[in-house]
């Protein structure tokens, strides 16, 4: 079955950096468009960043943009998102999933202080 494991998120003061990562299982990884989406309390998950099969397009929310950084190891079955210059706005769980939804993570929380 599809599982998702988010990790890497915390507590960074803003202005700071942060790595997440997403270890993937259960479905076709390598020929799968991967995304990274967010959530907080009282809200809508949305999307931030998708990268294509072959790494061959990024796209991101314009919150994001310039800051973010989505990436992905195939061989790992593993995505990333790198995080810098992080905003107070930024604080929320975040989540990997592809374009199907199957199944979520746990999501990981990233806060960030003024």
């Known amino acids: 079955q599809v599982q998702l494991v988010e990790s890497g998120g915390g507590l960074v003061q803003a202005g700071g950096s942060l790595r997440l990562s997403c270890e993937a299982s259960g479905f076709a990884f390598k020929y799968s468009t991967m995304n990274w989406y967010r959530q907080v309390p009282d809200k809508e998950r949305e999307v931030i960043a998708s990268i294509s099969i072959g790494s061959a397009r990024t796209t991101y929310v314009d919150a994001v943009k310039g800051r973010f950084t989505i990436s992905r190891d195939d061989n790992r079955n593993t995505l990333y998102l790198q995080m810098n210059n992080l905003k107070q706005e930024d604080t929320a769980v975040y989540y990997c999933?592809?374009?199907?939804?199957?199944?979520w993570g746990q999501g990981t929380q990233v806060t960030v202080s003024h």
């Open positions: 999933n592809n374009n199907l939804h199957t199944a």
